[in-house]
Structures are given as structure tokens and as C-alpha cells.
């Protein structure tokens, strides 16, 4: 079945360490986005990418670093600069041009 | 600048009663309209959509909602709620051709009573 695939599903990672998220999605979509969702403030978007090998930042980017190297591959690293990377990520894919979204399972990052 | 609200954060609804979620967009140009769902721990699923024409849209799950250009609404409504129906729900607004890049409001929690 085509989907989107977030791994792993819970991380949990100490203060200071940098930790990578994965994302990848069999829909053949060009297009892929990691948003954050925290409590009572909705989803925002970190970065975004229309095509392989290019990227830009979104609403929130800072602390965070993503690449593109693959068409089905976008990984999110939190890096350690990120203030308060505790969250509920989610990444998601599109047609690029296209006009729907379609959601991962999202990874639920704790850092402690 | 653009923004969605949904100026309920919970509402909570008798099984079998009728459902309103309130969605306000700020944009300055056409908007594409989404309203999404999520359950606890889970991704978002799409109810419904709203490009162009019939301002009424219908969507997953027995949903509909109503677009409102003179109020800037996007009003999600469900005749007769199912306690299936509680998870939260977000309203988006994106442009044209663009995709998965979305502004999404605060979400509204539904609960359901039985």
C-alpha cells in the first residue's frame, strides 16, 4: 500500500545530542514537509522541499536541518540548538503543484 | 498576514446531536480550504476540501462544511455526531499549486458524550 512512513514512532534523546527522524513515502510525490504540532498551537511548518536536492525553510526552521536526497526520503535532525525540540512531528507529501496533503504517523520526540 | 482560527478549543456534544466547528481565515488572496482530523497519537486525515464552486463540500464520514467568502468562514458541520467522531480537528488555508504548505488554526477537541 502507498503511504507515508514515519520511524521511529517514539524517540527519546538527552539534552545537548542531536537525533534524526525519518520520513519516506512510496506515493511518488515530489513534494515533502515536516511540521511540528505542539499543544493548542496547531501544526507549523519547519521546512519544506518541491524537488530532489533542494529545500526551503518554513515558519520554524531554526535549530532544525533537513536534506533531500532521494525523492522519497526527507529526514528532520533536531539539532542541539533547537531550544525546546520536545514535540509531535509530522511529516507529509504532495504532487508538487498539487493541491492535497497527505500525513505520516508522526514521531513523538522527548528530550530530557 | 495569514492566519486560521478556531476560536473553540473543546466542545463537547451529546452522541447523536448535531456538530458546528468554527473555522476563520485570514488571506489575502483565493484560498484553498482543508479541515483534517486527528486521533490521539496519529497523523492527520483529510475530511474535506475546498477549491472552487459549490460552497457547500462534502467529506468523509457523513461531514460537511461551507464556505463563506463574505465572513471568511469555513465552517465544519456534521448532522447527528457518533462517539467514533471524537479526535481534534484542525482547519487549514493554503494557495493554489501549493500543495502540503498549509497554515493550520490552534484545533478544535471534540468529546463526545454518550
Known amino acids: 500500500d502507498g503511504g507515508i512512513t514515519q520511524s521511529p514512532k517514539y524517540l527519546f534523546r538527552k539534552e545537548g545530542q542531536n537525533v534524526t527522524l525519518s520520513c519516506e513515502q512510496n506515493?511518488?510525490?515530489?513534494?515533502m514537509y515536516w511540521y511540528r504540532q505542539d499543544p493548542g498551537q496547531g501544526l507549523r511548518l519547519i521546512y519544506y522541499?518541491?524537488?530532489?536536492?533542494?529545500?526551503q525553510k518554513g515558519d520554524i526552521a531554526e535549530g532544525y536541518s533537513v536534506s533531500r536526497e532521494k525523492k522519497e526520503s526527507f529526514p528532520l535532525t533536531v539539532t542541539s540548538a533547537q531550544k525546546n525540540p520536545t514535540a509531535f512531528y509530522l511529516c507529509?507529501?504532495?504532487?508538487?503543484?498539487?493541491?492535497?496533503?497527505?500525513f505520516g504517523q508522526g514521531t513523538r520526540l522527548t528530550v530530557v | 498576514a495569514q492566519s486560521v482560527t478556531q476560536p473553540d478549543i473543546h466542545i463537547t456534544v451529546s452522541e447523536g446531536a448535531s456538530l458546528e466547528l468554527r473555522c476563520n481565515y485570514s488571506y489575502g488572496a483565493t484560498p484553498y480550504l482543508f479541515w483534517y482530523v486527528q486521533s490521539p497519537g496519529q497523523g492527520l486525515q483529510l475530511l474535506l476540501k475546498y477549491f472552487s464552486g459549490d460552497t457547500l463540500v462534502q467529506g468523509i464520514k457523513g461531514f460537511e462544511a461551507e464556505f463563506k467568502r463574505s465572513q471568511s468562514s469555513f465552517n465544519l458541520r456534521k448532522p447527528s455526531v457518533h462517539w467514533s467522531d471524537a479526535a481534534e480537528y484542525f482547519c487549514?488555508?493554503?494557495?493554489?499549486?501549493?500543495?502540503?504548505?498549509?497554515?493550520f488554526g490552534q484545533g478544535t477537541e471534540l468529546s463526545v458524550k454518550p
Open positions: 506515493l511518488n510525490h515530489d513534494a
Open positions: 507529509a507529501s504532495s504532487y508538487r503543484g498539487g493541491t492535497e496533503a497527505f
Open positions: 487549514a488555508v493554503g494557495a493554489p499549486n501549493q500543495g502540503g504548505k498549509l497554515i
Open positions: 522541499s518541491q524537488i530532489v536536492n533542494d529545500f
